[in-house]
């Protein structure tokens, strides 16, 4: 059973326009949320985070919204830009009680900016 | 400061061998997990070492293991390899273990099982 979904495989965007990868959860313990990019044939690089004692967070272009009672969360991406093309997971962590679980990811999106 | 470094990069083995695969951390960084990629399932957590000690285990048979030695670096093993062992293993590691801890992820090591 799939904790963390990212139902969409591939998502294709113009260049400067805005992104919006979505990701849905099921586990109610899960209390903090990653959003990782990997590009090909490199490990997957951190890119924002969010705990669930918040319904947003920003840096720069990037921005994670998060809506608790919908276990939804989706990350923005304003301006897109090419180098932005890359998979994308989206992860969840929680203390189930027992010690940090590791974190569990979804199975990507794959962005495509085209110019 | 240097990356998180695995070893090696490629790996081509045959049903039945056995694997073991290297992943030294970044300087500092005391906790090393785990996680196996594959098109089908995602990125799936295998285990995670703080202070030589296993702390938490996927949900993965008892082929696969892990050591974490004195100097933080971390080996795992795979016995009795099988054809659905193919895949890119991911090692990351973090200051310290703890469910909000940002992970920093080598580059992986590709395991092929023929």
């Known amino acids: 059973d799939q904790q963390v979904k990212q139902n969409s495989p591939s998502l294709s965007v113009q260049e400067g326009r805005i992104s919006i990868l979505n990701c849905d959860y099921t586990n109610s313990m899960f209390d903090y949320f990653l959003w990782y990019k990997k590009y090909p044939a490199e490990g997957p690089t951190f890119l924002i985070s969010i705990s669930s004692i918040k319904d947003k967070n920003e840096d720069g272009r990037f921005t994670v919204f998060l809506n608790k009672s919908a276990k939804h969360l989706s990350l923005h991406i304003v301006p897109s830009q090419p180098g932005d093309s890359a998979v994308y997971f989206c992860?969840?962590?929680?203390?189930?009680?027992?010690?940090?679980?590791?974190?569990?990811f979804g199975k990507g999106t794959h962005l495509i900016i085209q110019p | 400061k240097a990356g998180v470094t695995q070893t090696p990069r490629y790996l081509i083995k045959t049903r039945g061998q056995q694997v073991t695969l290297s992943c030294s951390p970044i300087s500092g960084h005391r906790s090393v997990s785990w996680y196996q990629q594959t098109p089908g399932q995602g990125l799936q957590f295998l285990f995670e070492y703080f202070s030589e000690t296993q702390r938490n285990k996927g949900n993965f048979p008892g082929r696969f293991s892990g050591r974490q030695f004195s100097n933080s670096r971390s080996e795992m093993n795979v016995s009795t390899l099988e054809l659905g062992d193919s895949a890119l293993y991911l090692c990351a590691s973090s200051m310290s273990p703890g469910y909000n801890e940002k992970l920093f992820f080598g580059s992986g090591t590709q395991l092929s099982v023929l």
């Open positions: 992860a969840a962590s929680g203390n189930s009680g027992g010690g940090a679980d590791g974190l569990t």
